[in-house]
């Protein structure tokens, strides 16, 4: 069988470190790994209007954003595939029929679906569209016949329901469909990665994200800015690594070369932490060497993008390219979908020799 990566991300907004640390990275290692066939990386813009159909303009002004910050951080679209969900209509006409193969209350019982609902105050007035998108999700992975969808945790339960619906397709309609396995971050600074605040997550509501595409300065001021440990006020005080946003930010990050070149005084990170902990190590010096730490990873992201940046017409025909040839993958097996689930008519000539065949007798 051959190995096969779909993934992707909703364009609401660009991308942030949470998105580079949390799977970004991770993509460009999968795609330089050589181990897969195909990978398919998708701009989720239909997923996106689920629960943003009255802004169709803050979709339609992201997918550029987006497509600049998968490339400016090194997707590079002669080894995968990026596409555009909405132009592969192949996927709403599988989720249409999925659709069949779930139930409300199974729905109802997503713990992401659950999440997000109470996070966007849907409780009492859910779209149906945003409610079945497991569902749209299921035909996402399914279409490409995925093996391995790399994800953030919260999304594993998605992917269970879309496991359950491929096995209940197969046993339905026949062996058509291949069940995907989930592929989490291994390190758990990476699956989620808090924002500048401390808050739990980056998010863009909340005005505490560093962007793949922000400046020199402005990461150097959200940086200084960044939440530490509250008690730690001279720098003699005793300082706490739990719960320090810094620090957090450094584990995601920071090498052990990287202290050779910016901060001499410690050979890694655990000798930072400790003389921290111990007290004499004030939050300027360890903000200074992050920002040293990220600058060094991003200049070479910004630098690409700003290349991209110049032929915009050119990122669009990328993706042009990348949702043709993922179409035609799709109707392979959308075609193969319609044949198991017998509402292949026109193509079937035995069906309709059979059909005249009862009407002669
Ligand atoms: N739900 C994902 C996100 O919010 C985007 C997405 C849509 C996706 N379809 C997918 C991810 C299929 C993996 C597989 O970022």
Redesign the pocket.
């Known amino acids: 069988m051959e190995n096969i990566i779909?993934?992707?991300?909703?364009p609401t907004g660009r991308l942030h470190l949470g998105h580079y640390v949390g799977s970004l990275r991770r993509r460009v290692e999968l795609q330089n790994s050589g181990e897969y066939d195909k990978i398919f990386i998708?701009i989720?813009d239909a997923?996106a209007l689920t629960d943003n159909f009255d802004n169709p303009d803050k979709i339609r002004d992201n997918i550029i954003e987006v497509a600049l910050d998968y490339l400016s951080a090194g997707l590079d679209p002669n080894k995968v595939n990026l596409f555009i969900?909405s132009a592969v209509p192949e996927l709403t006409e599988l989720t249409f029929y999925y659709m069949n193969l779930v139930t409300v209350s199974r729905l109802e019982r997503n713990p992401t679906v659950k999440a997000e609902m109470q996070l966007r105050n849907f409780e009492t007035s859910i779209p149906a569209g945003f409610f079945t998108?497991p569902v749209?999700?299921t035909s996402?992975?399914t279409a490409f016949k995925?093996t391995v969808?790399p994800?953030?945790e919260d999304?594993l339960p998605?992917l269970e329901q879309a496991r359950e619906i491929v096995r209940k397709f197969n046993a339905t309609y026949g062996e058509v469909l291949v069940e995907p396995k989930a592929m989490i971050p291994e390190n758990s600074v990476c699956s989620r990665l808090p924002g500048t605040d401390g808050k739990a997550k980056m998010s863009k509501s909340l005005g505490n994200c560093i962007y793949l595409s922000d400046t020199p300065e402005e990461i150097k001021q959200k940086v200084m800015n960044m939440y530490t440990d509250p008690n730690h006020i001279k720098i003699t005080d005793p300082g706490r690594i739990e719960g320090n946003t810094v620090f957090t930010y450094l584990d995601a990050f920071a090498k052990d070369s990287d202290f050779e070149k910016f901060c001499p005084d410690y050979k890694n990170l655990e000798e930072m932490k400790e003389h921290y902990k111990k007290g004499g190590l004030g939050d300027v010096k360890v903000k200074k060497f992050l920002l040293s730490v990220l600058l060094q990873e991003l200049a070479p992201i910004r630098e690409r993008r700003h290349e991209f940046e110049k032929d915009i017409p050119a990122v669009y025909e990328i993706l042009k390219k990348g949702t043709m040839a993922a179409r035609a993958v799709a109707a392979e097996t959308l075609n193969e979908v319609r044949n198991a689930m017998r509402i292949n008519y026109f193509d079937d000539e035995e069906l309709i020799k059979s059909q005249q065949d009862k009407f002669n007798k």
């Open positions: 779909l993934t992707g991300d909703r998708m989720a997923q969900q998108y749209s999700q996402d992975i995925a969808v994800v953030g999304q998605m």
